[in-house]
């Protein structure tokens, strides 16, 4: 009970300390608040990035499995994949008669052709070949109009289904649907056009909101078959049965594509947590280097308040020394000091804290999805509370080691 009753009183003489030197107090926060933006900061642009990145691949689905040609991240030697051989849309068809299992087999494909309506032009832009399987492997839906349908397939139609961006683009205040535009030397009416799937993969990948869908079939009609490489999309019966799925698909490709059994595979089997797993990796390693760039302006703070009390415990030598004359050990003194270092740190964390709620909400509001999570705000005063701790140290030791005579005539 004494033990606590001289920690508040440690406390308390702390804060009058703190009070009573108001603006030095405020300019010695400032370091703390630097470094303590700059990491939270780092570490709020990092789950932003993450957000941003999982909310763009999201169309990908996560129990949906890739068949291509090359694997969506390379290791390793890239010439043993460059002599594979395409993935045919006839592999498709197989898949699907060999496994009906599956939900859905999508194949796909691309081509980059220029698009124009009245005046308006886009150039290479991306042209999607798919089926009407394409919305139940992928959360991808249209917010007007509809989405292709095996008609449209089994016929070749020159329809199409425009993302939002090409809409605000090619089309302006005009109700797209119904209307024509031009693919290449090809006219193909609008049917629909797709809900926005948002930014995210702006950071260096593809743009889903600029692409433009189109039968598979009136692809391989217009712009030709030869030598034209597909993926085949394969949505597995459940998440949980992915993996043994997987081995299932392999297999069948295996058998597909005429392989022996000492062969290797000439085809990958691409999913979205080899994505994650790659983005994952990456962004460990620039968070690590953000934060250790970032920590040194939470160093030179810290080396700030350290200086001040330094300082403070020169100035109030005398008053330790009355402190000690009338009963106070040497722990109170060490305490009262670590005590105002902490608060020192832990107000200039706080305040840290609402400049960077602030500087988040500007990077939501117009950058990319992001937020502080309750964790880090644990990890900010945390890490407030233990730079004030680690530098009022050595300023409190030295305090509490004060002769107290001697520190009675000090003038």
Known sequence: MKKIYQNIEAMRIALQALAANKSRGILTTLGIIIGIVAVITTMTAANGLGNAFKESISSIGSDVLYVSRMPWIIQGDFFQYRNRKNIELKHAAALQAKLPQAIAVNPGTSASRHLKYRSKVLENNRIIGTTDKLIVVSDMLPETGRFLIPADVQYKKNVCVIGSEVKDRLFGTTNPLNKKMKIGMYNFRVVGVMEK????????????????????????????????????????????????????????????????????????????????????????????????????????????????????????????????????????????????ASAICILGGLIGLAIAFAITSAINDQVMPASISPSIIVVALTVSAITGIVSGLMPAIKASRLNPIESLRYE
């Open 197 to 340: 799937q948002g930014t995210g993969m702006s950071f260096g990948g593809p743009n889903f909101d600029m692409r433009v869908y189109i039968p598979i079939t009136a692809l391989t009609k217009n712009f030709g078959s030869r030598n034209r490489n597909f993926d085949i999309a394969v949505k597995a019966p459940s998440q949980e049965s992915l993996a043994d799925f997987e081995y299932a698909v392999i297999g069948e490709m295996r058998k597909i594509r005429s392989l022996q059994p000492t062969e290797k595979d000439d085809f990958s089997i691409n999913k979205m947590d080899s994505l994650m797993d790659a983005y994952n990796n990456v962004m460990g390693v620039v968070l690590l280097i953000g934060l250790v760039i970032t920590s040194v302006s939470l160093v030179v703070g810290g080396i700030g308040v350290m200086n001040i009390m330094f300082v403070s415990v020169t100035e109030r030598t005398r008053e330790i020394g009355i402190r000690k004359a009338i009963g106070a050990t040497q722990r109170a003194i060490l305490a009262q000091f670590l005590f105002e």
